[in-house]
């Protein structure tokens, strides 16, 4: 078996095989600490259902995201100036069932084939919510796959390398798959808007720096061009959300 160079990682190795040189774009990798805290919150949690998480330590998680790089994305996300899931979504069932009457409306003066691709557009946006968050998940679930197997390669016992070129592989699909899904929730609705199945003040496109909290509550949030383009900020986004997701049942659990 070929003989890693002194001071090479099994990661760093995989990812040069994949990519033929240490690629320092890769976007989808956290900052450092990111996917130790991701780690940390999913083993206490899963920890927690055989055993109860004291406050303390609920306490420590917290600040541990805190003073790290994501520390001021989270605060504003539990500010509400940088919008989560609910936020996102919440007023759009409101949308979809105006947006039903309408097509209904047509359908019954025009015949089906006058609604099909009304149809085709509310049944993208009603999938959106879940498709985003499935889209979250495995790439959240990816990074944890991947520090699992940081965990497993420690001492150098085990060859991991090819184990870590699927984990780099589904890591970046993963991520890619996310912007996608945000990408197009934004597309679908601009393309309700042209097709008069939605007002065009029913969303609003946000940018980063952009308070969603001053949004009125009845209107959609959704990420911009602009903001689905820094990939960096989406990475960070939904390992915040998962963040506040894991804290918040941690902390339900304890009364």
Known sequence: MEKMKPGTSLGARAEEETNGIKDQEDVSVPPQGGDEILYNLHHAT???RKERVSRE???TYH???ERSEFGPLFEQYKQGDVPGPERMFGPLKAQLDKAQGIIDEEHAASGEGSVAELVRIHGLLAGREQEVSSAASRYVQALIRHRNLQQLSLGGSRDLTEQFVRADHARRRAHEA???S???Y???LQKAK???LIPANSYVEWQIGDKARDIPQ???VVFSAKTTADRDFVRDWALVIDFANQLNELERENG
């Open 46 to 48: 899963e920890r927690h």
């Open 57 to 59: 330590e609920v306490s």
């Open 63 to 65: 600040k541990s995201i």
């Open 178 to 180: 996310l912007l996608a």
């Open 182 to 184: 945000l990408r197009l």
């Open 186 to 188: 934004r597309d679908m």
């Open 194 to 196: 042209e097709e008069e």
């Open 218 to 220: 009845q209107t959609i």
